[in-house]
């Protein structure tokens, strides 16, 4: 059977594109409605709350497209396509769990709010598995549904033996997938973890002989307004460019500013309270030596939430001088390094 006669069968790019952006919409206004009246919960859960919105989508796309529902979300429906086995008839309830966690999992860790993953869990082991799942995981989903023309299955697709078809289409000859995107997709899922995490891990080696960004988080969190806490430190190089009266001549004016930043996730919606952000900056600056040596301390103090699905922030800077607080005793600094 030709292509041109199986593309009328197997659906194409842009209708599920255009399904996907429908539930998408869906679940976001269910997202959204739920966080009127769970918002507080929602803040209370922190990273947790991705879970709670991965859950969510499970449900609906689990169900959704599995033999309950005909294989059809709501905006598959709409774009009149839907989930079918080798058989071109729908999958079960288990196999379409399957499915979307495949798809779902690298993209709503991604997705994740800046609180996950947790400092103590950036180990190399751990640094490694989560860049192969989010950045391999979605790398893969992506270019497979752009280029594997012949089936139009993306990895969850394949991994699960479905397809994704017009309505009123009856089964028909498949032309197999070809074979050199098994090799891209495999490039794709190591080239994150052999390129990416031995950059992120200097980065990181960096931010500890900074300090020890970890022990002033918790000291951080220890405040009852507080519910979660990232710090780091770094340099920027500021680039001027400037060209001279009357030549061609250009120049380049280097400004190096040092910084540390605190990200503070609140309980309560306190983002404009100065008086919070100066006890945090204090916290900070006394039992953090290095940042003597910074020319700006800045707290950030953030109230709101992400499921994953819907979400809601609000931001407020502050800068200090750091030099402007007394740094601790040494006992008090001990007591710093040893949590």
Known sequence: MSEEKQAKSISGFWRRLGAFAIDGIILGLFGQGLGVFFGELFVDLGAWGSLMGFAIALVYFGVMNSEI???????????????????????SLIKSFGRFSIFGIPYFLNGASPQFPPPEMLTTFWAYVLTIIIFGGLSSIVYLYLFNRNTRQSLHDLLMRTYVVNVGMDKQHVVEMWRPHVAVVSLLFLCPAIVLVPVFSTDLQQQQQFADPVSIEQLLRENPAVSYASVEGGERITRTLRTGTGTTETTYVIAETSYVIANVFLRKNEVSNTKLARELAELVATNYQDVQKKDVLKINLIYGYHIGIYGQSIR?????NAQEFEIKTETNNAKVQNI
């Open 316 to 320: 407020y800077p502050y800068n200090f």
């Open 69 to 91: 529902a005909a294989g059809q979300t709501l905006g598959k429906k709409v774009m009149k396509i839907r989930v079918v086995d080798g058989d071109n008839q729908p999958i």
